[in-house]
Nanobody
């Protein structure tokens, strides 16, 4: 079992920055990837960014956040970060941390609200 706890959401003005954190605990040895998803009211949950749990640490981003968001991982702290810069109102959503195991299982955090508004 894997437990994920997110933090770092909040209210920010357009053009501002936030950093989300996701701390993983539990049985982590089967994890092969972690990532961030978001869900805005009335929309489906969408993938925002992902990172592999390998020495290569390959990353991926949805087109709308490329160049603005950066996903990273601190292995020693079992933590994944999402640095979000140049935030736009359309980035407003609940952001969820995801952990994926090699056997196909997925785990989710409780979500953290990000609101971009003036």
């Amino acid at each position: 079992q894997v437990r994920l706890v997110e933090s770092g959401g909040g209210l920010v003005q357009p053009g501002g920055s936030l950093r989300l954190s996701c701390v993983a605990s539990g049985f982590l040895s089967r994890l092969n990837a972690m990532g961030w998803y978001r869900q805005a009211p009335g929309n489906q949950r969408e993938s925002v960014a992902g990172i592999t749990i390998t020495s290569s640490l390959r990353t991926s981003y949805t087109d709308s956040v490329k160049g603005r968001f950066t996903i990273s991982r601190d292995h020693a702290k079992n933590t994944v970060y999402l640095q979000m810069n140049s935030l736009k109102p359309e980035d407003t959503a609940v952001y969820y941390c995801n952990a994926h195991e090699i056997n196909g299982a997925d785990y989710w955090g409780q979500g953290t609200q990000v609101t971009v508004s003036s």
